[in-house]
């Protein structure tokens, strides 16, 4: 139980994070306030990363759940770095970074598939 507790709580402060760094009520952040909370982000994200990395499924009803929760969230996110990309092209101004982690993800997803089929 104090496990799922460290992983929401761990999300929830990185989701805050990354809200403030995206600056929503467009008040000024000065520049030490704004890199403590990008490396606040940072650690956290590794963290959550960490925690992805080491989770294990005890029978098929767990690994399917973990499963389905990961194309989730790979389609929420090819979702949004979608819409990303769309919005910023109508604005002529499209951000490179989201179009490399749209790539990133697509390849990573193409060759993890591969190799789960190659070496199964």
Known sequence: ????????GTAIVLVGLLTLLSDPFMLWMPSVAQMTVLLGAAVLA??????????RSGDEREAFHKMHAGRVAYLSGIAVLTVALVVQ?????????ISAALGVM???KLVARFYSERYR
């Open 89 to 97: 092209g109508f604005a002529h101004a499209i951000d490179p970074w």
């Open 106 to 108: 697509v390849v990573s």
């Open 1 to 8: 139980m104090v496990n799922k507790f460290s992983h929401i």
């Open 46 to 55: 590794c963290v959550w990363a960490g925690f992805v990395m080491y989770e």
